[in-house]
């Protein structure tokens, strides 16, 4: 991918106010709350009237599902992803205060009980 090319993504990425990573999931919801903002029916003066927002709104999100939909992801686990389930675990939420090893286990002390 070009300079150029990986600038519009960037352009477009921040059109629709995402953070550096996606979901496509997350692209078509931004895209969304956006025209929700901008549309020149609904925006009144906070958008202009010609729809040029919403123009710019639209190429940016094409922009992002093209380049989502030349993306390949693997359907099949790769050698190192064939690990012991908690040690992923651990590798993905091991330092979360709330699922990680030992941390945000329910207290029983006091009044508030709590059952596992």
């Known amino acids: 991918m070009t300079r150029e090319e990986w600038q519009a993504i960037d352009e477009a990425r921040r059109l ?10 997350e692209i ?6 956006m025209c929700k903002l901008h549309h020149p029916d609904v925006a009144g003066a906070e ?12 190429r940016g999100y094409d922009l992002l599902m093209r ?12 050698d190192e992803d064939s690990i012991d389930p908690e040690d992923w675990w651990l590798d993905r939420f091991g330092s979360d205060p709330l699922w990680g090893k030992d941390e945000g286990k329910p207290k029983t002390t006091g009044k508030n009980k709590h059952y596992r």
Request: glycine fraction near 4%; include cysteine; proline fraction near 8%.
């Open 67 to 78: 380049y989502c939909k030349q993306y390949r992801i693997p359907l099949v686990p790769a």
């Open 16 to 25: 629709l106010n995402l953070a550096e990573r996606a979901t496509v999931g």
């Open 28 to 33: 078509k919801r931004a895209y969304r709350q």
């Open 47 to 58: 958008s202009p009237a010609d729809g040029t927002v919403i123009r710019e709104l639209t």
